[in-house]
Structures are given as structure tokens and as C-alpha cells.
């Protein structure tokens, strides 16, 4: 599941370019401001499914409406939005304790506190997006 703590990741470039653009305020405010709306897209999405599967999935993806409700329930009921709470880094963790335990990664020391920026956990449904925080 992608999730929005993972801002580096969301610019699909090497980790030093994206720790680059979240060292960059400017950069960081825009990055900010994406994961806003997309929390407020899947949040819209998790109460207007029938829409989501007519109007994006078989009008704008050109899906068939058995492929698209395919599309749909593979998604789950809802999209999860996780807090950045210490349990969340504690099931990652986990994970990668789990992949490391069976061969993955050797030699590098990962810990799930470095795969997030706590900049972005407060984010919620009634975080303010830039141009709300012009006005």
C-alpha cells in the first residue's frame, strides 16, 4: 500500500535527490501539499465508490465495468490512511526484521524510522492545503 509518509519515494527519483527535495522548504511545502490531496482523493474515494468505478475507472481508464469492480474490490472496502504512530513503525520494523531474517538485504542495518518523514504525520482530514492556507 503506498502511503504518504513515504515522500521521498512519491518523487520517483534515487533517496539523495529525494532527501534533496525534502531538505528544499519550498520543495518539502510542495510535497506537503501533494500528500494533502491525495489523503482527501482516497478519502472522497472511500465514499464515492459507484462514482470512482463509472467515472474514473470504465470512463477515464476505459475499463470494462466487470474489470473495474475487479479493480475496486481488490482495493479493499476503504483505502487505509495510517497515522505515523509509534505502532506503525513498530509493524514495519517488524517487517523488516522478518525480510532480513530470511536472506534479504545483507549487510545493511535498516530501520523504519528512516523510511519516514515525521513532517507529513499530522496530516488529516482537515490539514489545509496551500492555496486554503493563502486565503
Not at 92 to 119: C, H, M, N
Request: one cysteine or more; proline letters at 3%; a negative charge.
Amino acid at each position: 500500500m503506498f502511503s504518504p509518509f513515504h515522500a521521498a519515494r512519491m518523487l520517483n527519483c534515487s533517496a539523495s535527490d529525494g532527501a534533496a527535495a525534502l531538505a528544499d522548504p519550498a520543495q518539502a511545502a510542495a510535497i506537503r501539499d501533494l500528500v494533502i490531496h491525495w489523503y482527501r482523493a482516497h478519502l472522497w474515494k472511500n465514499t464515492n465508490r459507484d462514482i470512482w468505478i463509472s467515472e474514473y475507472l470504465i470512463k477515464d481508464q476505459r475499463l470494462s465495468e466487470a474489470d473495474a469492480k475487479v479493480v475496486a474490490d481488490s482495493d479493499g472496502s476503504n483505502s487505509r490512511i495510517p497515522g505515523l504512530k509509534a505502532e506503525l513503525l513498530a509493524t514495519q520494523q517488524d517487517t523488516i526484521d522478518l525480510l532480513q531474517s530470511a536472506g534479504q538485504f545483507k549487510g545493511k542495518a535498516l530501520s523504519a524510522e528512516g523510511e519516514f518523514d515525521p513532517r507529513f504525520a499530522d496530516i488529516n482530514e482537515k490539514s489545509r492545503s496551500a492555496k486554503e492556507l493563502e486565503n
